[in-house]
């Protein structure tokens, strides 16, 4: 049985309980939000395990134009420029933001920001807290602002299952638990929901991070762009552990290289060897896996006793594991990680259905591209969850439509699918892969059911990948392993009017969100 909330009929209503979502919540304040989490707040969200830490020009040999270079050298061509840019130049900013938060990044014996490296940045600028606890630290202080703010009602336990839509776009949430549900009547919502790693056997993300918000705005009529794209971490612990503890990139930084069983460094000569971009050292991993190898990150000779001090969450997993990194290399594997596609946002976080607003991973703003640079995706979250906000302050609640009866999905289960869309959606891709996985995952995706929405999100990543016929960053495709200039575009998708398939078209760069509206529509 449904009940309407109407007690806070109207209200801002928010979808995720990671930094995007805390954010958005917090600087909406004194407006009256609701803030919806599957899990109790710090729980469950992806945020809270991020290690490496938050991307900022604030060092002094460095610039926000370099900083957004480097983030276009990543993305493989198919980054915005003006996005990288704006995002870049607020950094620093959003740095002095999460200060006022009570954050302590941390400092060198000057006083100043301690610097860290990461793959494919020129520069020292991954500012951190506690080594490798950025996300746990951020998390903790937001959790507690949060709480101390009257303006926001925080709803756990019941994770938003559908965006109610009608003429005049977004019409309410539908949302439900283990034992109830409930109608969020409002005009305006924020989804903050995180990505998908789930979908895949090997991930370092939360077991629900299944692509929920994904699916909620591809069912309410939303576009959505750059869904191939999928980031695999190259070094995630390698001990059976499921998700997978993540070995950050910043180990690299500071020097570990990359082994097999033999003692062989197989990075070595390879560009920026160990600190190439995450799509290439993924695939190098992983050939040497395939190979019938093992693979090993080797921070003795580099770090040895100083790794517990500059890594101790790091050392914490590898020593519950049988393993002390400061004596044994760290056995490896690649690990979905990150998405860099989602639902299409302009600058403002706007989706293409009104009423809609999207940041964090959940959304494509255009920054990434084909491949996310280190550190940029806490940066992100909380310049647009800012950007959101502001464009929210100036809206109301507008006229709520009368209450109407809806049907209940049931709650996602995406186990029957991670086998299936690990083995054909994962690092290396093929035409006879994909379109198998193609019509597996139509048959999954409209027919209702547990399976559906995961199913949902997985065919939005097939299809993508499928149409592109080029490897570009974060998708790589054996039979099409080169990039091509015809393919600078970005794939846009959206669920038909008649809910039964997906419509999907090349938008040229540079595009607008008007044209990927356009693209999606036709």
Not at 48 to 77: C, K, N, R, S, Y
Not at 81 to 101: K, Q
Not at 230 to 247: E, N, S
């Amino acid at each position: 049985m449904e009940t309407i909330r109407s007690d806070h009929a109207g209200s801002v209503v928010v979808i995720g309980g990671g930094l995007a979502g805390l954010m958005t919540a917090l600087r909406l304040a004194p407006q009256p939000v609701i803030l919806l989490a599957r899990t109790p707040l710090g729980e469950g969200a992806a945020s809270a395990w991020a290690q490496g830490g938050i991307a900022a020009a604030v060092g002094p040999d460095d610039a926000p134009a370099l900083h957004a270079a480097d983030t276009l050298e990543a993305a493989d061509g198919l980054g915005d420029a003006a996005v990288a840019a704006r995002i870049a130049a607020a950094a620093p900013g959003a740095i002095a933001l999460l200060e006022r938060y009570g954050i302590a990044f941390d400092r060198d014996s000057a006083g100043k920001p301690a610097l860290g490296l990461e793959a494919a940045h020129g520069r020292r600028r991954i500012v951190h807290v506690a080594g490798d606890g950025t996300g746990a630290a951020i998390m903790r202080a937001l959790v507690a602002a949060v709480a101390a703010t009257p303006s926001i009602t925080v709803i756990e336990g019941l994770e938003a299952r559908r965006l109610l839509v009608d003429d005049h776009g977004i019409a309410g949430v539908l949302a439900a638990g283990p034992f109830s549900a409930c109608l969020l009547p409002t005009r305006r919502v924020v989804l903050a929901a995180g990505g998908l790693g789930g979908l895949y056997r090997h991930t370092t993300n939360p077991l629900g991070a299944v692509g929920h918000g994904v699916a909620l705005a591809a069912r309410a009529g939303a576009a959505l762009a750059d869904m191939e794209f999928v980031q695999f971490h190259p070094t995630a612990l390698d001990v059976g552990l499921d998700p997978m503890p993540l070995v950050s990139e910043a180990v690299r930084g500071e020097g570990a290289v990359l082994i097999d069983e033999t003692g062989a460094r197989f990075m070595a000569g390879k560009g920026h060897a160990e600190l190439e971009p995450r799509d290439v050292v993924s695939r190098a991993v992983a050939a040497r896996i395939a190979a019938g190898h093992q693979a090993f990150l080797d921070a003795r000779a580099v770090l040895g006793d100083r790794f517990t001090g500059r890594f101790p969450l790091i050392a914490a997993r590898c020593r519950a594991a049988g393993i002390d990194p400061t004596r044994q290399p760290i056995p490896v594997r690649p690990a979905v990680h990150y998405h860099m596609g989602g639902i299409a946002v302009d600058g403002d976080g706007r989706s293409t259905l009104d009423g809609l607003w999207a940041c964090g991973e959940v959304a494509a703003t255009g920054l990434h591209g084909a491949n996310r640079l280190a550190s940029n995706s806490l940066l992100e979250a909380v310049v647009m969850a800012d950007a959101v906000a502001r464009c929210l302050a100036g809206t109301d609640a507008g006229a709520l439509p009368a209450p109407r009866p809806v049907a209940l999905p049931p709650a996602a289960d995406a186990g029957p699918l991670r086998a299936l869309v690990s083995d054909s959606l994962g690092v290396v891709r093929n035409r006879a892969g994909l379109s198998a996985a193609v019509t597996r995952l139509e048959e999954l995706a409209f027919r209702g059911g547990a399976t559906a929405d995961p199913a949902l999100v997985a065919l939005l990543i097939a299809t993508a990948a499928l149409r592109r016929e080029e490897s570009r960053g974060g998708h790589w495709r054996s039979d099409y392993p080169t990039s091509s200039s015809g393919w600078r575009c970005r794939l846009v998708q959206r669920v038909a009017d008649t809910g039964t398939h997906l419509t999907c078209r090349a938008v040229p760069l540079p595009d607008s969100l008007q044209s990927i509206a356009q693209g999606a529509s036709s």
